[in-house]
């Protein structure tokens, strides 16, 4: 029963005293054996943020940043397009409404049919349009993220390594 109780306090110390100091973003680790009269021996793992670390996620936040960009460039582009749809989309409509008001005719149905075609496809590029925003928003979350990450990193690395403050 002590033994039962000495493990699961064991179990306890080491996975409080580890996992709560130790971010799950940093890859470094060394082992030490610790031992005590109560205790039997005891492995505890130190992780430590090198300076390769460090700079691994600042890349990894800054690639994100840049796809970030580049899919927030191709949601306004799409944007854009779907407003000059629009505006062709309105004009042709308006016009379409207005000669068939007066008689109807096979060049009228046409004007009519190229306008409603337009605003289905301004229907599309809107769709299209926010999908790339939502996924330029992502990355960017993803990037938020990354950074908050490296940061993080950065700051135990000066905490493990003083001598590079």
């Known amino acids: 029963m002590k033994t039962t109780l000495l493990l699961i306090?064991?179990?306890?110390?080491?996975?409080a005293s580890v996992a709560s100091f130790c971010p799950s973003f940093l890859p470094q680790r060394n082992s030490f054996t610790t031992s005590s009269p109560l205790q039997p021996s005891i492995t505890t793992a130190l992780f430590?943020?090198?300076e390769e670390d460090v700079i691994a996620l600042?890349?990894?936040a800054e690639d994100l940043w840049a796809k970030a960009y580049e899919a927030r460039q191709a949601?306004?582009?799409l944007s854009e397009k779907a407003e000059a749809i629009g505006l062709d989309a309105e004009v042709s409509t308006s016009d379409a409404t207005e000669a068939l008001k007066q008689s109807i005719s096979v060049e009228k149905v046409a004007d009519a049919t190229t306008a409603q075609n337009l605003s289905l496809d301004l229907g599309y590029q809107l769709e299209e349009a926010l999908k790339?925003?939502?996924?330029?928003d992502e990355i960017e979350l993803r990037a938020e993220k990354a950074l908050a990450e490296s940061e993080a990193a950065l700051e135990q690395h000066l905490i493990d390594f003083p001598e590079n403050a």
Do not use: G, L, R
């Not at 790339?132 to 330029?136: K, P, R, T, V």
């Open 9 to 15: 306090y064991s179990a306890i110390y080491y996975a």
């Open 48 to 50: 430590v943020v090198t």
């Open 58 to 60: 600042v890349e990894k």
């Open 75 to 77: 949601a306004n582009k």
């Open 132 to 136: 790339a925003q939502d996924e330029a």
